[in-house]
Every structure is written in structure tokens, then in C-alpha cells.
């Protein structure tokens, strides 16, 4: 099992910038992929970005050149830093841990919200 606890998500303008991360816990070791989806009301959860533990990074279109990820692999932790942000940016972005054998974990949410 992979627990993953989010953090960082609130309310900014358009124009601003939100960083969130999240820590991964239990079993940690056989983690292959890390990264952030959201989703917003009324529509389906969609990938932001992806990092795998070789580093390889995946992006939405959407957000390229706005949105970076990244790992620390000594906090068990993997962030997303938001720049530029627009209001269909507001989401509720979930962390997605993938272990091996394919299995798919999920945090809480975390709620951002831009406002125009």
C-alpha cells in the first residue's frame, strides 16, 4: 500500500503562482511513476504532469512552460510548482502514485481555485 497526503492548494488570482506537494509513505520503494491529475466539476480527471523514478516528466499540454514537477527521493516527496495560472486552471488536483504491477494510488485532493 501507498499512502499520499497533499498539500498546498488555495485560492489565487490569475497571474499567480501555487506550489503543492505531496508525501508518499508505506510502501514506497516499488513506486515507478509519481505524479499530479485534476479534475474539475463536471469533467473527468485528466493528467497535469507525470515523473517516473528514472526522472522522465510527462505534461499536459495546458500547462507546459507554466507547470513544473519534480521528486526528492530522500523526502518521498513530488511537487508541482504552478506559474501563470488561469482561471481553467481551478481543479481539484489528486497525486497519483503508480507501484509496480500497475497498481494506482490516489491522494485526498487539494482544491485550487483562480480567480479572474
Known amino acids: 500500500q501507498v499512502q499520499l497526503v497533499e498539500s498546498g492548494g488555495g485560492l489565487v488570482q490569475a497571474g499567480g503562482s501555487l506550489r503543492l506537494s505531496c508525501e508518499a509513505s508505506?510502501?514506497?520503494?516499488?513506486?515507478?511513476?509519481l505524479g499530479w491529475y485534476r479534475q474539475a466539476p463536471g469533467k473527468q480527471r485528466v493528467l497535469v504532469a507525470t515523473?517516473?523514478?528514472?526522472?522522465?516528466?510527462v505534461y499536459a499540454d495546458s500547462v507546459k512552460g507554466r507547470f513544473a514537477i519534480s521528486r526528492d527521493n530522500a523526502k518521498n516527496t513530488v511537487s508541482l510548482q504552478m506559474n501563470s495560472l488561469r482561471p481553467e486552471d481551478t481543479a481539484v488536483y489528486y497525486c497519483?502514485?503508480?507501484?509496480?504491477?500497475?497498481?494506482?494510488?490516489w491522494g485526498q485532493g487539494t482544491q485550487v481555485t483562480v480567480s479572474s
Open positions: 515523473i517516473s523514478s528514472g526522472g522522465s516528466i
Open positions: 508505506g510502501s514506497i520503494f516499488s513506486i515507478i511513476l
Open positions: 497519483n502514485a503508480v507501484r509496480r504491477g500497475n497498481y494506482y494510488y
